[in-house]
Protein backbone atom coordinates (compact mmCIF):
# COMPACT_ATOMS: atom_id res chain seq x y z
CA UNK A 1 0.00 0.00 0.00
CA UNK A 2 3.21 2.68 1.04
CA UNK A 3 4.37 1.76 -2.67
CA UNK A 4 0.82 2.37 -4.45
CA UNK A 5 0.46 5.68 -2.53
CA UNK A 6 4.09 6.78 -3.23
CA UNK A 7 3.91 5.80 -6.73
CA UNK A 8 0.47 7.87 -6.84
CA UNK A 9 1.65 10.56 -4.83
CA UNK A 10 4.98 11.35 -6.94
CA UNK A 11 3.01 11.16 -10.44
CA UNK A 12 0.59 13.22 -9.40
CA UNK A 13 3.22 16.15 -8.36
CA UNK A 14 5.02 15.75 -11.68
CA UNK A 15 2.16 16.49 -13.29
CA UNK A 16 1.01 19.38 -11.24
CA UNK A 17 4.81 20.70 -12.17
CA UNK A 18 4.94 19.95 -15.93
CA UNK A 19 1.51 21.50 -16.50
CA UNK A 20 2.17 24.40 -15.02
CA UNK A 21 5.00 24.58 -16.94
CA UNK A 22 3.72 24.01 -20.08
CA UNK A 23 0.95 26.43 -19.26
CA UNK A 24 4.04 29.06 -19.26
CA UNK A 25 6.15 27.73 -21.64
CA UNK A 26 3.72 27.92 -24.42
CA UNK A 27 2.43 31.30 -24.41
CA UNK A 28 5.59 32.73 -24.38
CA UNK A 29 6.36 30.82 -27.36
CA UNK A 30 3.13 31.33 -29.52
CA UNK A 31 2.68 27.79 -29.78
CA UNK A 32 -0.84 27.11 -30.06
CA UNK A 33 -2.03 23.35 -28.72
CA UNK A 34 -4.72 23.20 -31.09
CA UNK A 35 -2.13 22.43 -33.72
CA UNK A 36 -0.30 19.25 -34.56
CA UNK A 37 3.61 20.85 -33.36
CA UNK A 38 1.68 22.35 -30.17
CA UNK A 39 0.13 18.92 -29.16
CA UNK A 40 3.26 17.00 -29.89
CA UNK A 41 5.31 19.33 -27.91
CA UNK A 42 2.91 18.87 -25.01
CA UNK A 43 3.36 15.55 -25.47
CA UNK A 44 7.13 15.47 -25.23
CA UNK A 45 6.98 18.24 -22.12
CA UNK A 46 4.69 15.56 -19.99
CA UNK A 47 6.39 11.96 -22.03
CA UNK A 48 10.29 13.31 -21.51
CA UNK A 49 9.93 15.32 -18.76
CA UNK A 50 8.49 12.91 -16.40
CA UNK A 51 10.44 10.09 -17.22
CA UNK A 52 13.27 12.43 -16.09
CA UNK A 53 11.67 13.91 -13.53
CA UNK A 54 11.18 10.44 -12.29
CA UNK A 55 14.25 9.18 -13.15
CA UNK A 56 15.90 12.23 -10.54
CA UNK A 57 13.76 11.06 -7.96
CA UNK A 58 14.60 7.03 -8.16
CA UNK A 59 17.10 7.21 -5.17
CA UNK A 60 14.97 9.16 -3.30
CA UNK A 61 11.54 6.77 -4.19
CA UNK A 62 13.74 3.83 -4.17
CA UNK A 63 14.74 4.11 -1.05
CA UNK A 64 11.56 4.61 0.85
CA UNK A 65 9.52 2.14 -1.74
CA UNK A 66 11.42 -0.83 -0.38
CA UNK A 67 12.50 0.35 3.01
CA UNK A 68 16.40 0.53 1.93
CA UNK A 69 18.99 2.28 4.56
CA UNK A 70 22.39 3.07 3.45
CA UNK A 71 25.14 2.15 4.94
CA UNK A 72 27.08 5.04 6.35
CA UNK A 73 29.28 3.16 8.54
CA UNK A 74 29.67 -0.50 8.77
CA UNK A 75 28.07 -1.93 11.65
CA UNK A 76 29.23 -5.23 10.69
CA UNK A 77 31.82 -7.46 8.77
CA UNK A 78 29.11 -8.09 6.25
CA UNK A 79 28.28 -4.57 5.89
CA UNK A 80 32.61 -3.75 5.44
CA UNK A 81 32.32 -6.59 3.07
CA UNK A 82 29.49 -4.56 0.84
CA UNK A 83 30.69 -1.65 0.73
CA UNK A 84 34.80 -2.92 0.13
CA UNK A 85 33.41 -4.77 -2.92
CA UNK A 86 31.08 -1.95 -4.11
CA UNK A 87 34.10 0.46 -4.02
CA UNK A 88 36.65 -2.19 -5.61
CA UNK A 89 34.05 -2.42 -8.54
CA UNK A 90 33.41 0.72 -8.96
CA UNK A 91 37.34 1.61 -9.47
CA UNK A 92 37.29 -1.17 -12.03
CA UNK A 93 34.26 0.14 -13.75
CA UNK A 94 35.51 3.89 -13.59
CA UNK A 95 32.36 5.50 -11.69
CA UNK A 96 32.05 7.26 -8.62
CA UNK A 97 31.46 5.45 -5.45
CA UNK A 98 27.88 5.02 -5.47
CA UNK A 99 25.57 4.70 -2.42
CA UNK A 100 25.07 1.21 -0.89
CA UNK A 101 22.26 0.11 1.24
CA UNK A 102 20.41 -2.78 1.89
CA UNK A 103 16.47 -3.65 2.63
CA UNK A 104 14.45 -6.37 4.31
CA UNK A 105 13.51 -8.71 2.12
CA UNK A 106 13.03 -12.87 1.90
CA UNK A 107 13.51 -12.54 -2.10
CA UNK A 108 17.23 -12.98 -3.41
CA UNK A 109 17.68 -9.20 -5.51
CA UNK A 110 19.59 -6.29 -5.78
CA UNK A 111 18.83 -3.32 -7.80
CA UNK A 112 20.69 -0.12 -9.02
CA UNK A 113 19.63 3.18 -9.80
CA UNK A 114 20.57 7.52 -9.85
CA UNK A 115 20.72 9.85 -12.21
CA UNK A 116 23.99 9.28 -13.57
CA UNK A 117 27.25 7.18 -13.29
CA UNK A 118 28.71 9.41 -10.16
CA UNK A 119 25.75 9.79 -8.46
CA UNK A 120 23.74 6.06 -8.09
CA UNK A 121 22.73 3.44 -5.40
CA UNK A 122 23.12 0.13 -5.17
CA UNK A 123 21.09 -1.78 -2.81
CA UNK A 124 20.95 -5.93 -1.73
CA UNK A 125 18.21 -7.63 -0.02
CA UNK A 126 18.64 -9.28 3.09
CA UNK A 127 17.91 -12.61 1.43
CA UNK A 128 20.43 -12.52 -0.78
CA UNK A 129 22.89 -11.68 1.94
CA UNK A 130 21.32 -14.85 3.63
CA UNK A 131 21.45 -17.28 0.63
CA UNK A 132 23.94 -16.22 -1.98
CA UNK A 133 27.88 -17.48 -1.00
CA UNK A 134 30.33 -14.01 -1.31
CA UNK A 135 31.15 -15.38 -4.35
CA UNK A 136 27.61 -14.95 -5.91
CA UNK A 137 26.57 -11.98 -4.11
CA UNK A 138 30.22 -10.55 -5.75
CA UNK A 139 28.78 -11.13 -8.86
CA UNK A 140 25.24 -9.78 -8.02
CA UNK A 141 27.07 -6.76 -7.11
CA UNK A 142 29.31 -6.50 -10.29
CA UNK A 143 26.22 -7.05 -12.45
CA UNK A 144 24.67 -3.97 -10.76
CA UNK A 145 27.69 -2.01 -11.04
CA UNK A 146 27.52 -2.61 -14.62
CA UNK A 147 24.13 -1.36 -15.55
CA UNK A 148 25.54 1.93 -13.71
CA UNK A 149 29.15 2.22 -15.50
CA UNK A 150 26.88 1.52 -18.79
CA UNK A 151 24.61 4.26 -18.53
CA UNK A 152 21.35 2.18 -18.58
CA UNK A 153 19.27 3.80 -16.12
CA UNK A 154 19.68 7.11 -18.57
CA UNK A 155 19.27 5.16 -21.84
CA UNK A 156 15.90 3.79 -21.18
CA UNK A 157 14.79 6.72 -19.15
CA UNK A 158 15.03 8.24 -22.55
CA UNK A 159 13.64 5.14 -24.40
CA UNK A 160 10.72 5.50 -21.66
CA UNK A 161 10.26 9.17 -22.53
CA UNK A 162 10.20 9.02 -26.28
CA UNK A 163 7.69 6.17 -26.63
CA UNK A 164 5.64 7.70 -23.88
CA UNK A 165 5.95 11.47 -25.79
CA UNK A 166 4.16 8.93 -29.10
CA UNK A 167 1.71 7.07 -26.93
CA UNK A 168 0.49 10.27 -25.69
CA UNK A 169 0.46 12.22 -29.18
CA UNK A 170 -0.99 9.21 -31.03
CA UNK A 171 -3.43 9.01 -28.74
CA UNK A 172 -4.56 12.51 -29.22
CA UNK A 173 -4.94 11.51 -32.63
CA UNK A 174 -6.80 8.96 -32.76
CA UNK A 175 -9.62 10.34 -30.50
CA UNK A 176 -9.74 13.60 -32.26
CA UNK A 177 -10.13 11.87 -35.52
CA UNK A 178 -12.67 9.63 -33.68
CA UNK A 179 -14.99 12.07 -31.57
CA UNK A 180 -14.67 14.95 -35.41
CA UNK A 181 -18.26 16.32 -34.78
CA UNK A 182 -18.98 15.56 -30.89
CA UNK A 183 -18.38 18.34 -28.60
CA UNK A 184 -18.63 16.14 -25.97
CA UNK A 185 -15.49 16.25 -23.82
CA UNK A 186 -16.17 13.57 -21.10
CA UNK A 187 -16.06 11.33 -24.26
CA UNK A 188 -12.66 12.75 -26.16
CA UNK A 189 -11.08 12.35 -22.86
CA UNK A 190 -12.45 8.42 -22.43
CA UNK A 191 -11.36 7.67 -25.95
CA UNK A 192 -7.64 9.43 -25.20
CA UNK A 193 -8.01 6.79 -22.25
CA UNK A 194 -8.71 3.91 -23.88
CA UNK A 195 -5.83 4.75 -26.55
CA UNK A 196 -3.40 5.33 -24.02
CA UNK A 197 -3.82 2.52 -22.01
CA UNK A 198 -3.92 0.19 -25.43
CA UNK A 199 -0.92 2.06 -27.28
CA UNK A 200 0.84 2.05 -23.84
CA UNK A 201 0.90 -1.74 -23.91
CA UNK A 202 2.44 -1.82 -27.55
CA UNK A 203 4.95 0.66 -26.42
CA UNK A 204 6.12 -1.34 -22.99
CA UNK A 205 7.03 -4.19 -25.57
CA UNK A 206 9.61 -1.84 -27.46
CA UNK A 207 10.87 -0.82 -23.92
CA UNK A 208 10.88 -4.64 -22.69
CA UNK A 209 13.14 -5.37 -25.45
CA UNK A 210 15.49 -2.98 -24.34
CA UNK A 211 15.52 -3.65 -21.02
CA UNK A 212 16.52 -7.57 -21.83
CA UNK A 213 19.02 -6.75 -24.24
CA UNK A 214 20.60 -4.43 -21.25
CA UNK A 215 20.67 -6.94 -18.96
CA UNK A 216 22.45 -9.35 -21.41
CA UNK A 217 25.37 -6.67 -21.26
CA UNK A 218 25.19 -6.15 -18.04
CA UNK A 219 25.86 -9.74 -17.07
CA UNK A 220 29.04 -9.64 -19.78
CA UNK A 221 30.23 -6.71 -16.99
CA UNK A 222 29.12 -8.46 -13.86
CA UNK A 223 31.62 -11.02 -15.44
CA UNK A 224 34.16 -9.02 -16.60
CA UNK A 225 34.59 -7.20 -12.75
CA UNK A 226 33.47 -10.57 -10.93
CA UNK A 227 34.59 -13.63 -13.86
CA UNK A 228 32.55 -15.86 -15.54
CA UNK A 229 32.53 -18.41 -12.92
CA UNK A 230 30.97 -16.47 -10.13
CA UNK A 231 28.21 -14.73 -12.51
CA UNK A 232 26.77 -17.83 -13.95
CA UNK A 233 27.44 -19.78 -9.91
CA UNK A 234 24.71 -16.47 -9.16
CA UNK A 235 22.44 -16.84 -11.97
CA UNK A 236 22.39 -20.63 -11.26
CA UNK A 237 21.14 -19.77 -7.67
CA UNK A 238 18.22 -17.46 -8.63
CA UNK A 239 17.01 -19.88 -11.05
CA UNK A 240 16.88 -21.93 -8.13
CA UNK A 241 15.19 -19.63 -6.18
CA UNK A 242 11.29 -19.54 -5.76
CA UNK A 243 10.65 -16.19 -4.29
CA UNK A 244 8.92 -13.48 -6.58
CA UNK A 245 10.36 -10.03 -7.11
CA UNK A 246 8.57 -7.51 -5.33
CA UNK A 247 10.61 -4.55 -6.96
CA UNK A 248 8.26 -1.88 -9.03
CA UNK A 249 8.51 0.18 -11.57
CA UNK A 250 12.28 1.53 -12.78
CA UNK A 251 13.61 -1.01 -10.01
CA UNK A 252 12.24 -3.76 -12.01
CA UNK A 253 14.49 -3.24 -15.05
CA UNK A 254 17.98 -2.70 -12.79
CA UNK A 255 17.09 -5.99 -10.22
CA UNK A 256 19.32 -9.01 -10.79
CA UNK A 257 15.87 -10.53 -10.93
CA UNK A 258 12.59 -9.50 -13.29
CA UNK A 259 8.98 -10.44 -12.61
CA UNK A 260 7.39 -13.01 -14.60
CA UNK A 261 5.00 -11.98 -17.49
CA UNK A 262 2.32 -13.61 -19.21
CA UNK A 263 4.11 -13.13 -22.49
CA UNK A 264 7.60 -13.08 -23.73
CA UNK A 265 7.32 -9.59 -25.18
CA UNK A 266 6.80 -7.97 -21.66
CA UNK A 267 9.71 -9.82 -19.53
CA UNK A 268 11.94 -7.19 -18.32
CA UNK A 269 14.71 -9.88 -17.90
CA UNK A 270 15.34 -12.78 -20.89
CA UNK A 271 15.04 -16.03 -18.97
CA UNK A 272 17.57 -17.09 -16.42
CA UNK A 273 18.30 -20.10 -18.93
CA UNK A 274 19.62 -17.86 -21.79
CA UNK A 275 21.47 -15.67 -19.67
CA UNK A 276 23.66 -18.54 -18.54
CA UNK A 277 23.68 -20.06 -21.74
CA UNK A 278 25.14 -16.77 -23.41
CA UNK A 279 27.75 -16.69 -20.70
CA UNK A 280 28.69 -20.10 -20.96
CA UNK A 281 29.36 -19.40 -24.36
CA UNK A 282 31.18 -16.76 -23.79
CA UNK A 283 33.40 -18.30 -21.26
CA UNK A 284 34.09 -21.16 -24.27
CA UNK A 285 35.07 -18.36 -26.57
CA UNK A 286 37.39 -16.65 -24.14
Known amino acids: ?12 AILIVLGVALSILMP ?16 AVFGMGGSFISLAMSKWIAKRSVGAVVIEQPANQQETWLLDTVKRQANQASIGMPEVAV ?26 LRTMTKDEAEAVLAHEISHVANGDMVTLALIQGVVNTFVYFFARIAASALSR ?33 REYRADEGGANLAGDKKMIAALQ ?29 FLSHPPLEK ?12
Open 237 to 265: RLKGDSQESHLDGQLVAFGISGKKAMAAL
Open 103 to 128: WDSPEINAFATGMNKNNALVAVSTGL
Open 181 to 213: GSNNRFMYFMTVMFFQFVFGILASTIVMWFSRR
Open 1 to 12: MKRVILFLATNF
Open 275 to 286: RIAALQARAIRS
Open 28 to 43: VLGIDSQSNGGLLLMC
